[in-house]
């Protein structure tokens, strides 16, 4: 075993290993109180190694590597140098109850995440929670195929924005930008704001398209670009193993199984062809810039 380096602080060492591991050069850690030595376990990942230790020094916190530890559920051997112990990241000084992002939930989120939240929010006051006909008209998608060449060209987008009460209730905005923060925020933190926004649009109007040929133009709601984000992260973590935000299987079971409940109308009327061209766009964009990421060594 090949010794890479020795840190005085165990967490940020798991971090650091457990990265090193998700990219395939495989390592451990000797653990002595709160030091942390990080053993290579074949000396041709050396080269490998020293780069992303030297990216790791100048920011140890930047999302990549807490990711790593408690977003994808890589685990990396830690021997107890003392008692020979072997055990994992879990029980080791409460590693993944204290690896928790700083401040909190606005900071999983980037400015295109929010000024998207923010918007939908806005309309949805400025509607008269998604009541106000007479201001809806001028969000809602083309009424025509002629329409879309006139002056309106925001119509392709608006109607993300426009969310409705449900039951007298606003759980489709909630739920809607609670979706978008959660995953749109990845997109963001560990992409860009650039690539966030490409997707965003072009997954709004593919989505809005869609729906419009299918039913017509009396819809609204971010549902569509939340299945283009479900789409583009489960497809980018599929082409590119070594990613360190992989979306847990239940999640994606579990929001497959609701759009697949919307096709069957026992939830009332839903943007079923938004949801499921939103799925399949953000998958096709994710094959496409994973492999164009892959070529470019990001």
Not at 36 to 42: F, W
């Amino acid at each position: 075993m090949t010794p890479l380096v020795e840190i005085d602080n165990l967490r940020a060492a798991l971090a650091l290993a457990d990265f090193l591991n998700a990219q395939g050069v495989h390592c451990y850690i000797e653990k002595d109180g709160t030091k942390a030595k990080i053993l290579l376990r074949d000396i041709a990942s050396m080269a490998a190694a020293q780069q992303e230790l030297a990216r790791f020094l100048e920011e140890p916190t930047n999302e990549r590597y807490q990711a790593a530890s408690w977003g994808t559920g890589h685990s990396t051997e830690v021997h107890d140098v003392s008692g020979l112990k072997q055990t994992t990241q879990e029980n080791i000084d409460g590693f993944y109850q204290q690896r928790k992002a700083p401040g909190g939930i606005w900071a999983k989120a980037g400015w295109v995440t929010r000024i998207v939240a923010l918007i939908s929010v806005v309309v949805f006051v400025l509607t008269g929670f998604g009541t106000n006909m007479s201001v809806l008209q001028g969000l809602f998608f083309f009424s025509s195929t002629e329409a879309m060449l006139g002056v309106e060209q925001w119509r392709w987008v608006s109607p993300v924005f426009v969310h409705f009460l449900i039951g007298g209730l606003p759980l489709h905005i909630v739920f809607n930008v609670m979706w978008w923060w959660e995953l749109g925020g990845l997109v963001e933190r560990f992409q860009s704001s650039q690539r966030l926004w490409l997707v965003f649009f072009i997954v709004s109007i593919g989505s809005n398209t869609s729906q419009f040929f299918a039913e017509g133009n009396n819809f609204g709601g971010l549902s569509g670009v939340v299945y283009g984000l479900l789409g583009y992260l489960w497809f980018y973590g599929r082409m590119r193993p070594d990613y360190p935000v992989q979306l847990n299987p239940s999640l994606i079971g579990m929001m497959v199984l609701w759009l697949v409940l919307c096709f069957t109308g026992v939830l009332g009327p839903v943007a079923n062809a938004a949801h499921l061209s939103g799925l399949l766009m953000g998958s096709f964009l994710a094959i496409i810039f994973a492999q164009k990421d892959k070529k470019e060594g990001r």
